[in-house]
Nanobody, 122 residues
Framework: QVQLVESGGGLVQAGGSLRLSCAASGLTFSTYLMGWFRQAPGKEREFVGVITYSGGRTDYADPVKGRFTISRDNARNTVYLQMNSLKLEDTAVYYC???????????????WGQGTQVTVSS
C-alpha cells in the first residue's frame, strides 16, 4: 500500500536546474526520514541527501553540497529535491526513499520509489 512516486525528471543542459518531487501515500509521512539516492548506468546506487522528520536538518553527499537542496511539505506528503548548477556527472536515475531509522545508509530505507531519470547534456 505504501507508494513513493517521483516526478520532475527530464533533460536539462549543464548549468540548469530541475526540481524533483516525491509524493508519498500509505504511510504516516511525518514519521519517516526521507532520503534521495541516485544511480548511473553501471554504477552503484549512491546517497544524495536526507531530510529529517519535520525538515529541521538536512545532510548531503559532498558532490552535491551547495547545489542541491532537499525540502519537505508534510501537509502534502511530499519531499523535494531542488537541483541547481547541474553537471554532466549528475546524470542518473534519482530515487526517493523512506526510513523510520535515523541515518542515511541505504539498507535503512524501507520504501523506495521507482525513480525518475535526470539527464544533463553539454
Amino acid at each position: 500500500q505504501v507508494q513513493l512516486v517521483e516526478s520532475g525528471g527530464g533533460l536539462v543542459q549543464a548549468g540548469g536546474s530541475l526540481r524533483l518531487s516525491c509524493a508519498a501515500s500509505g504511510l504516516t509521512f511525518s514519521t519517516y526520514l526521507m532520503g534521495w539516492f541516485r544511480q548511473a548506468p553501471g554504477k552503484e546506487r549512491e546517497f544524495v541527501g536526507v531530510i529529517t522528520y519535520s525538515g529541521g536538518r538536512t545532510d548531503y553527499a559532498d558532490p552535491v553540497k551547495g547545489r542541491f537542496t532537499i525540502s519537505r511539505d508534510n501537509a502534502r506528503n511530499t519531499v523535494y529535491l531542488q537541483m541547481n548548477s547541474l553537471k554532466l556527472e549528475d546524470t542518473a536515475v534519482y530515487y526517493c526513499a523512506a526510513s523510520r531509522l535515523v541515518g542515511y545508509q541505504e539498507f535503512l530505507y524501507s520504501y523506495w520509489g521507482q525513480g525518475t531519470q535526470v539527464t544533463v547534456s553539454s
